[in-house]
């Protein structure tokens, strides 16, 4: 084999190589850090003890797993007097003088040095697509000591993790302050049964609104609600109504985007069903989730402090049997190569499209038994449609292919193929959008607010990584964003619109 050759099959090896993720950040490697483990389950105080640390310290950095949870720690942190900044994918809040920050586990950096980090929600490691976030954030940062908070389903493997990166380990272990209680009966499929403090689970924007109407065609009660698309602001409107005492709005009707961090005054959890479209078929909700989401009932030092759970017709054998059984241990925690690996990678292979390149590292890779590659279905996908954009750079195309659209959304996803062409032709990226003249009267027209503040997140998102100069109106993004997500808000009050589905009421009581 000629030299040449050898020096490139040696460079593609190098980059493919993934078998010892703690050397990627030498400066972490550097210091002797004190990782402590909050290990429990919800309501059990972990995540208020090592937020005393985070606020007591010189210099400190909060890793949330939502944008919602970074702006109410960011809150809360100022509100007791301590300097707080916030950073997230769309937005950044200097706060003069401030030590703190309180950022989304994506957008925290691996260069700053603190005195306390904080990992919330860190059992995500294991998640099959955002995992990575989580290890890089473990294995990166330059904090002295770092406090973990989370189940104990990743504790084997992190143990392992700081074995390899020579950290000193404490486990602090937690027990709920009440016990979760499974009622012996459920609903009965009876609207009527529902109760001031109930939130009830289902798993899809659509049953969100149908069981909302039957709530409120069944009964005196008011209903919030909150899912995924909804705006963080929005769905923070809602989560302050919803814990507002004497209010008509005394019921949650939720997905899972309530099942991480969020404080709530639930007094008992509701599941419609334990059913769930996991993005490739339907199948029962997994323990690990339904123990995440039925803990979130009872809250110390709320109007509800013991929580309680149940069904709303059936499935209440399998809640009880999820919430008995042990925690399913981890094996393996997240991993993703960094851009310079990918950068190294593609030196080797000038001629694969952006999306074959990602394919042939991740096939080529050796990985140990400590990790998997994340899955990338998404950067696959936004790939594909940049493949006719020319002009973009690998570090471009990589950002683009970053960026947070939602790929079964085909106007949010006109709109990335739109700025990204704009991008490459040196061409300042304009928002492409008009302000609404008011809230929504049908749903056909609360689906346009919800993608028009999703199209207006990517632009505040693109314009951060990409530079102001590129993304000039971020401004006016950020102005018609709150206008937006005002206008979904005032939407859900006025109560004025049905959404366009076909729903048969369930749950009407007997004739």
């Avoid at 700081?162 to 459920?186: I, W």
């Avoid at 809602?238 to 985007?257: G, S």
Wanted: aromatic residues 10%.
């Amino acid at each position: 084999m000629a030299a040449d050759d050898l020096t490139a099959r040696d460079l593609m090896m190098a980059a493919a190589d993934l078998t010892a993720p703690q050397t990627w950040y030498p400066s972490a490697r550097a210091m002797r850090r004190r990782v402590v483990y909050h290990c429990g389950p919800t309501n059990s105080g972990k995540t208020h003890n090592a937020l005393a640390s985070f606020s007591a310290a010189k210099s400190g950095v909060y890793c949330s797993p939502l944008r919602l949870l970074a702006m109410e720690i960011f809150d809360k942190v100022n509100a007791t007097g301590v300097s707080c900044s916030l950073r997230t994918g769309q937005e950044v809040k200097e706060v003069a003088f401030a030590s703190h920050l309180a950022c989304t586990i994506e957008m925290v950096s691996t260069e700053e040095i603190y005195e306390v980090a904080v990992v919330d929600e860190v059992q995500m490691m294991a998640d099959p697509v955002r995992g990575s976030a989580w290890t890089r954030a473990l294995l990166g940062l330059r904090a002295e000591e770092i406090h973990l908070c989370g189940d104990d389903s990743v504790l084997s493997v992190i143990r392992k993790i700081c074995a390899d990166t020579g950290d000193d380990l404490l486990v602090h272990q937690y027990e709920r302050f009440k016990p979760l209680v499974v009622e012996e009966n459920t609903l009965r499929g009876y609207f009527q049964n529902i109760r001031s403090g109930d939130w009830v689970v289902a798993f899809s924007r659509k049953k969100i609104f149908e069981i909302k109407l039957a709530i409120e065609t069944y009964t005196h009660h008011k209903c919030c609600v909150i899912y995924g698309a909804l705006p963080p602001e929005t769905r923070r409107q809602q989560a302050e109504l919803f814990n507002q005492e004497h209010n008509e709005y005394d019921v949650l009707v939720a997905t899972d985007a309530v099942g991480m961090g969020l404080n709530l005054n639930i007094r008992r959890v509701v599941f419609y069903t334990l059913i769930k479209y996991d993005g490739e078929k339907t199948a029962s909700v997994p323990a690990s989730l339904v123990k995440q989401i039925a803990g979130r009932a009872g809250r110390r030092g709320s109007a509800y402090p013991h929580g309680l759970a149940t069904t709303f017709k059936y499935d209440l054998c399998y809640l009880t049997r999820c919430l008995e059984e042990p925690l399913e241990e981890a094996e393996k925690v997240g991993l993703f190569p960094t851009f310079e690996q990918l950068e190294m990678f593609a030196s080797q292979f000038p001629e694969l499209t952006f999306n074959n390149l990602l394919n042939k590292l991740c096939d080529t890779c050796r990985i140990d038994d400590t990790y998997f590659i994340c899955q990338h279905d998404n950067m696959k996908k936004v790939a594909d449609m940049l493949e006719g954009v020319h002009g973009l750079s690998l570090k471009s195309r990589y950002g683009f292919c970053l960026a947070p659209v939602n790929t079964r959304n085909s106007e949010a996803m006109d709109h990335l193929l739109r700025f990204a062409n704009n991008y490459s032709e040196s061409h300042y990226v304009t928002m492409g959008l008009e302000m609404p003249s008011g809230y929504a009267t049908n749903d056909t027209q609360f689906l346009d607010l919800e993608t028009k503040h999703q199209v207006l997140s990517m632009y505040l998102w693109l314009a951060q990584h990409f530079g102001e100069d590129n993304f000039p109106h971020v401004q006016e993004a950020q102005t018609m964003s709150t206008n937006i997500a005002d206008l979904l808000g005032q939407s859900l009050a006025k109560g004025c619109w049905k959404p366009q589905l076909r729903y048969q009421f369930i749950g009407q009581p007997p004739e």
